[in-house]
């Protein structure tokens, strides 16, 4: 059967090269160091920046596998891993990235003490994936030479889409900026791990990357991964429903495992914006005013975590920045099961444990001055759906993936809890992240920066309501 996509649960690369290696850039993470001169920009800039067209030239490719499972560095972790349910609700879902960008010149001596491949497989006696590596698989590792611009890339300017779309990886990547910095880029299927996962991912490697000088380096307990796919315990056979619903997609014997490729629209815009504590606490009293004058009997049944009162203000400025006009807007997010399944398993599990929850708001409510109000209402209601328990509606998570609605769905990924900003590899602090999804911020003074991708116009209206919405309260 088809494979999905390379994984590396676990790498660390050092190349020994006079390399002076430079950014790589993706939707998902961007990360400059101190190390720029670069001015730093506001919470937006309306202005586009347009860079000459780039070209990315291969230098390299190669294939790195782990060592023996009898030699002094290997890694001990399974060879194979089945999906659980929370996996397969993923399956054909595309590869999610990760990259961090540095400014200072690295030198990199070949280790693959850390590697370990795996690849979803389907025999045709069974119902469900699971994951396997083969001795003498091995992960693809390119090396490449990109002339784009790298202050521009890594700017606060919104930059075009394509722009970044020949420096997306395929397992993982080193894209040098002669003379600018580099970048080291991952790509990992859902269907293998969640945002928490290959958050603690990038910490090892990095935890090992800094301390390589140690022979017998160990990582610390809260970054050890822990395997034990048997904690997940589904009695309702949720992972049969789910690959069934899969393969019956296309026919009943439909039995491909290859993912959906979703690209942005041609002329889409990146953006980032920074809600700041000042801005957090703004949107609170604001919120608490407007509760007030609506005399809701008990204001401290309404949400209003940092995280609903981001999303909320997000999820009111991109409906009037699109001029959404159907009668409904859902917003999706999702939520760490670790703590609430019954028993709650390791914070460090390896895998998907997240599930989905969405927000329902009439989408004319969200644009009357008390869209705020509307939006955080519905993403309470949603997080209050989790008294039911996590896994309440889980039969019908990838029917839902097949339904025909006219409501406009708005997604959410990642989450400022992940600290990525923790991330230390030895180089040098990190100084800006870019997320399509929510993230810690990168300033002291901020909490979550927000990415987004638009067309032009929508975001240059989305950029004037995020920043006038928060000085004009």
């Known amino acids: 059967m088809t494979l999905m996509q390379d994984l590396v649960i676990a790498h660390f690369l050092k190349y020994e090269n006079d390399l002076k290696l430079g950014t790589w850039t993706d939707p998902y993470q961007l990360v400059v160091t101190k190390g720029s001169q670069q001015p730093q920009p506001s919470n937006f800039h309306l202005r586009l920046a347009m860079a000459n067209p780039s070209s990315v030239k291969v230098i390299e490719v190669c294939r790195v596998a782990p060592p023996p499972p009898s030699s002094p560095g290997a890694f001990a972790s399974p060879s194979s891993l089945p999906l659980t349910f929370f996996d397969i609700r993923w399956l054909r879902f595309g590869r999610s990235s990760a990259f961090i960008s540095t400014k200072c010149l690295l030198t990199l001596q070949h280790r693959s003490s850390l590697i370990q491949y795996l690849k979803p497989h389907l025999a045709q006696d069974s119902q469900k994936p699971v994951l396997s590596y ?14 784009a611009d790298f202050y521009h890339l890594s700017s606060g ?40 996962t290959s958050t603690l991912f990038v910490k090892s490697w990095a935890h090992i990357c800094k301390h390589d000088d140690q022979s017998n380096s160990v990582l610390p307990d809260q970054l050890k991964q822990f395997y034990d796919r048997r904690v997940i315990q589904d009695p309702a056979q949720l992972g049969v429903l789910y690959s069934n619903s899969y393969r019956n997609k296309d026919g009943p014997n439909n039995r491909s495992l290859m993912f959906w490729e979703r690209k942005p629209p041609p002329g889409s815009i990146r953006g980032t914006f920074e809600f700041t504590r000042a801005d957090i606490e703004t949107l609170r009293q604001l919120l608490k005013a407007k509760l007030a004058e609506q005399k809701q009997e008990d204001i401290r049944s309404v949400h209003v975590s940092t995280f609903t009162l981001a999303c909320a ?47 329902v708001a009439e989408t004319k409510a969200l644009f009357g001055e008390d869209g ?87 975001m240059q209206v989305f950029a004037s309501l995020f920043a006038k919405g928060l000085q004009n309260p």
Not at 134 to 147: C, K, M, P, R, Y
Not at 338 to 353: A, E, K, Q, T, V
Request: hydrophobic content about 40%; some cysteine; glycine content about 8%.
């Open 157 to 196: 300017d919104f930059v075009e889409a394509t722009e970044y779309h020949s420096l997306v990886p395929h397992g993982c990547i080193i894209t040098v900026f002669p003379n600018c910095g580099f970048s080291i880029g991952t790509s990992m299927h859902h269907a293998i791990l969640d945002g928490k």
């Open 313 to 359: 203000y997000t999820w009111v400025c991109i409906v009037k920045a699109e001029e959404i006009n159907s009668e409904q807007t859902r917003l999706a997010f999702n939520v760490d099961c670790r703590s609430r399944l019954d028993p709650p398993i390791s914070p460090n599990y390896f895998g998907n444990c997240i599930a989905g929850r969405t927000a």
């Open 134 to 147: 083969v001795q003498g698989d091995a992960i693809s590792l390119t090396i490449a030479e990109s002339n």
């Open 372 to 458: 705020l109000v509307v939006a955080v209402n519905a993403i309470s209601e949603a997080i209050k759906s989790l008294e039911k328990g996590v896994l309440d509606g889980a039969e019908n998570w990838v029917s839902r993936l097949f339904a025909v609605t006219s409501e406009r769905m708005l997604t959410l990924a990642g989450s400022h809890r992940f600290g990525v900003y923790e991330t230390d590899f030895g180089w040098e602090d990190q100084r800006r992240t870019r997320a399509i999804s929510f993230s810690d911020a990168k300033t002291d003074a901020g909490v979550v920066d927000v990415g987004l991708v638009l067309d032009k116009h929508s």
